[in-house]
């Protein structure tokens, strides 16, 4: 069983940081392509930014330049660090991991709440 554990969120004011982080339970973290998400009461969940199965990153017009995702493969862990928050950006945002090579199997954490007030 595939669990992702997120930690990081918070209320921060706007034009600050945050860090979220997101840690896989399995070892085969290689395996997964790990990705960002958020929504808001009412909307679809979207994407914020992610990693191909190639390992490219992509992101979202509105965070570009002002969110990173990083990985580090032996902490099994996926982060985003956001900078020059804004309060378009709250929302929960979820971790996700995709098997490269098994589209069906697609994960998700448990959802973690940035609120951008001042």
């Known amino acids: 069983q595939v669990q992702l554990v997120e930690s990081g969120g918070g209320l921060v004011q706007p034009g600050g940081s945050l860090r979220l982080s997101c840690t896989l339970s399995?070892?085969?973290?290689?395996?997964?392509?790990m990705g960002w998400y958020r929504q808001v009461p009412g909307k679809q969940r979207e994407l914020v930014a992610r990693?191909?199965?190639?390992?490219?990153?992509v992101y979202a017009d509105s965070v570009k330049g002002r969110f990173t995702i990083s990985k580090d493969n032996a902490k099994n862990t996926v982060y985003l660090q956001m900078n020059s928050l804004n309060p378009d950006d709250t929302a929960v945002y979820y971790c996700?991991?995709?098997?490269?090579?098994?589209?069906?199997?697609?994960?998700w954490g448990q959802g973690t709440q940035v609120t951008v007030s001042s």
């Open positions: 996700n991991a995709r098997h490269r090579f098994d589209a069906e199997r697609v994960y």
């Open positions: 399995r070892s085969a973290f290689s395996f997964y392509a």
């Open positions: 990693f191909t199965s190639h390992g490219a990153t």
